[in-house]
């Protein structure tokens, strides 16, 4: 028969080898700086930045910075285009440069993700063939060539 005295003095016996040997690994700072912006990656927008980060918060829940920056690149593009001799200029060069980086990161990020749902599609066919060839027919209806008999 034990005694429910046995144990008790075990936490006291704990407390007084191990309290002062873990606290010194504990935090002696638990304070967190509130930051009123948001943030966009490693950008962060607050009153310190912009006028308004509502604003652009709002803008950016709409159209990302990415479509903003490519609609200006085919804007610009476009300028370039009509004007003569437009490629001239160093200015008008950088930019049809920065435009075809993006167009080739887009067809990078394109291609990864098609190379993705392949592998997600042999994932699925070797798990679940029901779920699987429903997946495929669906991508098939997608595909006008598909239907009219081609690959």
């Given at each position: 028969m034990t005694d429910d005295t046995t144990n008790r003095g075990a936490p006291d016996l704990w407390m007084r080898l191990w309290a002062p040997w873990a606290s010194s690994f504990a935090p002696q700072d638990l304070t967190q700086p509130i930051n009123p912006g948001w943030s966009f990656g490693n950008v962060i927008v607050n009153q310190r930045?912009?006028?308004?980060?509502?604003?652009?918060?709002a803008i950016l829940a709409e159209e990302s910075y990415g479509r903003q920056i490519g609609k200006l690149l085919e804007?610009?593009?476009?300028?370039?285009?009509?004007k003569p001799g437009g490629t001239a200029n160093p200015a008008y060069r950088d930019i049809e440069a920065l435009r075809h980086k993006v167009e080739r990161l887009k067809r990078e990020a394109a291609d990864k993700r098609i190379d993705q749902l392949r592998s997600d599609l042999e994932l699925l066919k070797a798990s679940d063939k029901v779920a699987y060839e429903a997946k495929i027919e669906a991508l098939r209806s997608l595909l006008?060539?598909?239907?009219?008999?081609?690959?």
């Open positions: 930045n912009s006028r308004s980060p509502e604003t652009e918060q804007a610009v593009h476009a300028l370039i285009e009509e006008p060539e598909s239907r009219a008999g081609g690959t």
